[in-house]
């Protein structure tokens, strides 16, 4: 249930209206934004009749929240919700360029690219330090070394780190060290992990899972928010269909669904998606023509031996190439790179 208060409404008037959804055993989630001031109404609300809160003459109307999201919804926060990282911005007007190697390999690698990919353009480095595999007999990642690592790559170019937490054992660590969590896309559901990730202020890109639904993505979500943490970042990064010559389906209709169901920002992964070097290019473009609020690239210097995914990635060149394309496209989009 929502209850949005009418404009110009007396300070007074809002803490007597929030005291009083309190007292009858609901949480308060409020939202105050140019031109509304609504208050969410969180828990059981069987037993609120709307007609009461009608009565008050501060109430401009009463709408009844259908989905099993609530925090998540664009109806608890009309306006779209901007991520802020340092002095980069993921949301609004923005297109997030996240690029980087599937998996960090060694100091020479991470370093170089990451000033590769700086040159380009790019706003954030990605690479993975824990890397989950389907095969136990496929690299892991460097773990804690490959989090120093991409320190030092952040201090060399200035670049904002993004990587991937896989458990709860190394989530101080992760706020330490990283600037955004990942969740990956086999986590989308590790309700233990979401609820340990809510209770920290870290941005957090959160990675639909390989055969989940939007709803079920939203819900995820909202056991982040539900915690305390508003800094999500939903991202589409493919999902399993009978389709085999890519390695997944570019769900592309999830964006413009999810922002039209949440608030929050989008992004879209288009390497773990196709996985093909070739495909990315496309993908990406489309990506921010369907309206994402940015863009997750696999980036490195030597695909053929790279320990990770080499197939899907591609090279410095290319991406300078990749990175002139959006600028231009971003003119018609009205997006700034």
């Given at each position: 249930m929502i209850i949005v208060m009418r404009p110009k409404t007396p300070p007074e008037e809002i803490t007597k209206m929030k005291q009083k959804i309190l007292d009858l055993g609901c949480e308060v989630h409020e939202s105050l934004g140019v031109n509304y001031h609504i208050l969410g109404l969180i828990g059981n609300t069987s037993s609120i009749d709307p007609d009461t809160l009608h009565a008050n003459d501060y109430v401009e109307k009463v709408i009844h929240v259908q989905e099993p999201f609530k925090k998540v919804n664009r109806l608890f926060h009309p306006e779209d919700t901007v991520i802020s990282v340092g002095d980069?911005?993921?949301?609004?007007?923005?297109?997030?360029?996240?690029?980087?190697?599937?998996?960090?390999?060694?100091?020479?690698?991470?370093?170089?690219?990451?000033?590769?990919?700086?040159?380009?353009?790019?706003?954030?480095l990605r690479g993975g330090a824990f890397k989950p595999r389907s095969s136990p007999y496929s690299f892991q990642g460097l773990r804690e070394d490959g989090l120093e690592l991409l320190k030092i790559a952040r201090t060399k170019t200035g670049l904002p780190i993004v990587s991937e937490l896989m458990s709860t054992e190394y989530l101080e660590r992760f706020v330490e060290d990283v600037d955004i969590i990942q969740i990956g896309a086999r986590n989308m559901q590790n309700f233990e992990l979401l609820k340990e990730v809510g209770k920290i202020q870290k941005p957090v890109i959160l990675k639909r899972g390989l055969s989940s639904t939007i709803e079920e993505l939203l819900l995820a979500a909202e056991y982040i928010l539900a915690h305390g943490n508003e800094n999500v970042i939903f991202c589409e990064r493919g999902i399993r269909t009978f389709e085999n010559y890519t390695r997944n389906t570019l769900d592309l209709t999830a964006v413009p669904v999810i922002k039209k169901l949440s608030h929050l920002p989008v992004i879209v992964d288009p390497s773990h998606a196709a996985g093909l070097w070739w495909l990315v290019e496309p993908m990406a473009k489309a990506a921010m023509v369907v309206g994402a609020d940015g863009v997750m690239i696999e980036v490195h210097n030597d695909p053929a031996n790279a320990k990770c995914d080499g197939q899907q990635s591609i090279k410095p060149e290319k991406f300078q190439a990749l990175m002139d394309s959006l600028r231009q496209l971003a003119v018609i989009q009205n997006k700034i790179i």
């Open positions: 980069r911005k993921i949301g609004g007007d923005t297109f997030a360029v996240i690029a980087g190697p599937c998996s960090v390999e060694s100091e020479t690698q991470i370093v170089g690219i990451a000033e590769a990919v700086k040159k380009s353009g790019a706003a954030f």
